[in-house]
């Protein structure tokens, strides 16, 4: 994606030009708006009505339809919706989060952009939220399928629970990955979901929903992915052997696997198993949008804002953080892990 030119000047390159462009409050609106309603057209977020006006004092709109809370701002219907936080506090945050090569921690982006810890750890973890692969598009061509665990420290998890994560190590979380490999025309890209397990039905379960019937899956050994071959072409390269015949490997995954622990490593003294997928979707944003410039990331971040909060609070029928659980006993309820992760009950 290009960054577009706007009448006002250019649109920021690093994030210094962005700070300083959308400290403007009306600069910052409109990226909003254009992010928001990309037809131009300033919809009502309660009755779709665009029979709206513009309270240019407050710069927010009004609804001349009769209905309770008529008056919206540019951030309801959004990640960003009941917070209090400057529309130009955000932007700063979401350029910092998207172009961030190894990920930022909530002290980091704490001092950075002057906002309390506690206020950037919900700041955080709302961008991981419009950072989400929306992308339903299943993957084709030649797919590498690996899983691999990370460890978390297991503290404040009760023992069942923390035995309940994964068949490996306790306290460490099973992530599945799928790698598609480039084409002419595109670069690879991935796909991470924290499984339950790694056992046949859970990772079958995962390459069956995301890569399309009759594509090439590529797989070490691990029985699970016996029996693929009844819908893919799969290729099985046994480890204890070596590590790749030609194209027969799974060395993308394998790649993508340190990369992602020496950020993990890098960035976080420790990354609570509850906070982890949200930290899996934010590098597999990074990763899949690795050929675009900041501009470009900053763009495909923000615009990940659009509907986002108002599934949460349907989900979870609370507003405040967007109903995003703040304790490790609330994550682990086992609705919020089925709705959210897929997770199932065994
Ligand atoms: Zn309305």
Same mark, same amino acid.
């Given at each position: ?167 490996? /190590?306790? *306290?460490? !979380?099973?992530?599945? @990955? $799928?790698?598609?490999?480039? +084409?002419?025309? #595109? ?56 590590? /790749?015949? *030609?194209? !027969?490997?799974?060395? @993308? $995954?394998?790649?993508?696997? +340190?990369?992602? #622990? ?85």
């Amino acid at each position: 994606m290009k960054a577009k030119k706007k009448e006002t000047g250019a649109f920021p390159e690093t994030l210094h030009d962005a700070i300083k462009c959308f400290a403007d409050e009306d600069r910052a609106l409109d990226f909003m708006k254009s992010i928001r309603w990309p037809d131009g057209v300033v919809k009502c977020p309660r009755c779709g009505s665009e029979n709206v006006s513009f309270l240019s004092t407050r710069r927010i709109w009004k609804c001349k339809a009769a209905h309770e809370k008529q008056q919206f701002s540019v951030k309801v219907g959004t990640v960003l919706e009941d917070s209090p936080i400057r529309l130009d506090i955000w932007l700063s945050a979401f350029w910092l989060i998207a172009n961030a090569k190894n990920g930022i921690s909530s002290y980091e982006l704490h001092r950075s952009i002057g906002v309390t810890q506690k206020t950037a750890w919900f700041m955080l973890h709302r961008i991981r939220l419009a950072m989400q692969n929306g992308s339903v598009e299943q993957f084709s061509g030649r797919v590498e399928a690996d899983e691999t665990f990370i460890g978390g420290k297991a503290r404040n998890m009760h023992a069942d629970k923390r035995g309940r994560v994964g068949t490996g /190590a306790v *306290g460490k !979380v099973a992530v599945m @990955g $799928l790698l598609e490999r480039n +084409s002419p025309d #595109k670069h690879s890209r991935v796909k991470l979901r924290v499984v339950r397990n790694v056992r046949r039905p859970q990772l079958q379960k995962e390459i069956k929903k995301q890569v399309i019937a009759g594509a090439e899956v590529f797989t070490d050994s691990l029985r699970s992915y016996s029996g693929l071959e009844k819908e893919y072409v799969h290729n099985v390269i046994d480890h204890a052997e070596c590590y /790749a015949k *030609g194209h !027969v490997h799974t060395n @993308g $995954l394998e790649n993508f696997w +340190s990369l992602l #622990k020496r950020g993990i490593k890098g960035t976080y003294v420790s990354i609570e198993p509850f906070h982890l997928f949200r930290y899996l979707d934010e590098q597999a944003f990074r990763f899949n949008e690795r050929k675009d410039n900041d501009a470009g990331r900053f763009i495909k971040a923000a615009r990940g804002i659009i509907g986002k909060g108002l599934r949460y609070v349907k989900l979870t029928g609370k507003t405040g953080d967007g109903g995003l659980p703040q304790t490790a006993k609330a994550w682990w309820t086992e609705t919020w892990l089925l709705n959210h992760l897929g997770f199932e009950t065994d």
